[in-house]
């Protein structure tokens, strides 16, 4: 067997043709004599590389000149606690939203510098669904709103883009960036984890609007400072140079197939295949509201947990791996990301098809 379906929902599949060239450039980068894990992060080949990562990404994402794209580290988990460090700015609160586990550790976190008001949830429900904006109650005078745009675990996920007035709107965008349109513009800030649709592990994106920058709860360290990492290029230290790199190709596959609209449209067939198998199965089924039932994450249940065992065993015996789902939730769970080719999601469902006319 030659490749895998890695179904995993992170560290995720990585573009073929991204691996494949960056195999081929590993030891050598672009005859310079060195690989790109090797270079200084102040040379002229490794600051080319950098740079050109950081304008295709302002390309893909329509990005505005008065933002600042920070690469950055410590994974989204670090980013709970840089949001309300830089962005409280002597405000009183700061609203979220809670929509799952994401959700509430980014709570948690912003709880240790500043009130939170958490506007709705949706934990009546065992997270399975988003709470309509109608519903929140949101504060005005709000340091600024945060949600969490998909939910990794749940499989629920925010298609519309909360209206929050002169108040910053703050995203956890880590599990569907990239995968469709957003406008920009209608956020202070938007941050990522890179390993589900961008490249490794080691690589966070933070999107942050200029003016919300340079207001520091007291006691930052200044390796939290949104505006240090801003001034110095995201080379306060060193970043990490090998994950830019390969979030770089990544970002010329995604324009060379079409850019983001184009890989809505894949995303948005690749679901539909699974969604409409449940919708219609009696043996599988889908716990998520149809109305944010993700397109990346898409949970569901065996109608008798006893077989899930041996649904993953018959998973693993073709070629599909990582399928269970969080323990949390149970069940199964396929993430298909950008990376997921539609042929995996097919196999998918033909072998779902057949497990349910075998123990239906």
């Known amino acids: 067997m030659d490749r895998i379906f890695n179904f995993s929902a992170g560290p995720a599949a990585l573009p073929q043709a ?19 894990m090797e270079m200084s992060h102040r040379g002229k080949e490794y600051m080319g590389i ?23 580290q410590g994974g989204a988990s670090m980013q709970f606690a840089m949001v309300p460090m830089n962005l409280f700015r002597g405000k009183a609160s ?25 506007v709705a949830s949706s934990e009546d429900k065992n997270f399975t669904y988003a709470p309509a ?13 945060h949600y969490t745009t998909n939910e990794t675990i749940g499989g629920v996920e925010i298609f519309w883009t909360p209206e929050t007035g002169n108040v910053p709107l703050v995203a956890d965008m880590s599990s569907d960036i990239l995968s469709r349109p957003i406008d920009v513009s209608k956020f202070g800030l938007i941050y990522a984890g890179a390993q589900k649709n961008i490249g490794p592990a080691g690589l966070t994106i933070v999107i942050v609007r200029e003016d919300l920058l340079g207001q520091l709860v ?7 400072d949104y505006k240090i990492a801003a001034d110095n290029d995201s080379m306060y230290n060193t970043p990490s140079t090998y994950a830019i790199y390969i979030a770089g190709l990544v970002f010329k596959w995604l324009k060379k197939n079409g850019g983001i609209a184009a890989m809505e449209k894949v995303n948005r067939a690749k679901a539909k295949l699974i ?8 043996f599988f089924q889908s716990p998520v509201a149809v109305e944010n039932r993700s397109l990346m994450n898409i949970p569901f249940t065996l109608k008798d947990a006893a077989l899930d065992d041996e649904f993953l065993k018959a998973a693993k015996a073709r070629g599909m ?15 298909i990301y950008n990376a997921m080719p539609i042929e995996g999601v097919q196999a998918l469902v033909a072998l779902m098809k057949e497990f349910e006319q075998q123990h239906g």
């Open 50 to 72: 950098q740079a050109e990562a950081e304008a295709d990404l302002r390309e893909l994402m329509n990005i505005p000149a008065n933002y600042k794209v920070l690469f950055l």
């Open 18 to 36: 991204v691996l494949e060239q960056a195999r081929d450039e590993l030891v050598n980068w672009q005859g310079c004599g060195m690989s790109v």
């Open 275 to 282: 969604y409409d198998f449940l919708d219609q199965s009696k």
């Open 133 to 145: 904006q109608s519903a929140w109650k949101l504060d005005p005078n709000a340091a600024y709103v």
């Open 321 to 335: 791996v990582q399928l269970k789902g969080h323990r949390s939730v149970g069940g199964m769970r396929a993430s």
């Open 94 to 118: 700061a609203d979220y939203l809670n929509t799952g586990e994401w959700s509430k550790k980014a709570i948690k976190e912003a709880q240790k510098y500043g009130k939170v008001n958490v």
């Open 218 to 224: 007291p006691g930052t360290p200044t390796m939290f």
